[in-house]
């Protein structure tokens, strides 16, 4: 049976955003690199957009805060701080939480707003499909009933295809019958070849 973990809540976006940070800074092990782990990272367009606005954002702070009356500058600070902790708390999530593929499992995952595990043997197929899907995270796919997102962003780039079709329950409570899977990878190519060798290994 798949493993769901739906979009979570704002306070614990917040709690992994701060989990993933702390454990970057102190260079705490990804759980991705135990042995026979293939580990594929996602959402490069994302990363990179991230990246740059944080980076923007740390001197903006410096020039407003030399405009700003002196009282008003701690509370500046304070929320500077907090978005530039916040950028690098994306990075560092994203970084940190990649998609696996073992001989067992395929896990694919958005960072910090949901994921899901699958069992290997349920996935039939893969292949490049790059596509728009609005909305973010783990999430239905407008037209198709049978189908469900797992990316962070809006463009997906690889479709599995499962048989037999899963039930699934995206936290609403409902339970889906899905059998295709949208997801995003840095490299496509890869990951789809990563799902082949796997499924072909005894």
Known sequence: MPEVTPKPPVRRRAHILYRSLLAAVTRRPPAHTAPGTTAMRHSSELRAMVLA??????????????????????????????????GFG????????????????????????????????????????????????????????AAVACALGGTTSVRLRLDPPVPMDLGTGDAVTVDTVYVSADRPDAFVRALRERAESP
Do not use: C, K, Q
Not at 63 to 80: D, N, Q, T, V
Not at 97 to 115: C, D, E, K, Q, W
Not at 117 to 130: D, E, H, I, K, W
């Open 90 to 145: 994306v990075l560092a999530a994203l970084a940190r939480n990649p998609h696996t593929v073992t001989a067992s499992r395929v896990v694919l995952r958005t960072g910090f707003m949901g994921s899901l595990a699958l069992p290997r043997t349920a996935v039939r197929s893969a292949a490049l499909a790059l596509r728009t899907i609005p909305g973010r995270g783990l999430r239905r796919v407008p037209a198709e009933p």
């Open 53 to 86: 606005l944080t980076l923007t954002e740390i001197p903006v702070a410096f020039l407003l805060s030399g405009i700003l009356p002196p009282p008003a500058r701690p509370f500046h600070a304070l929320l500077e701080a907090a978005l530039v902790l916040t």
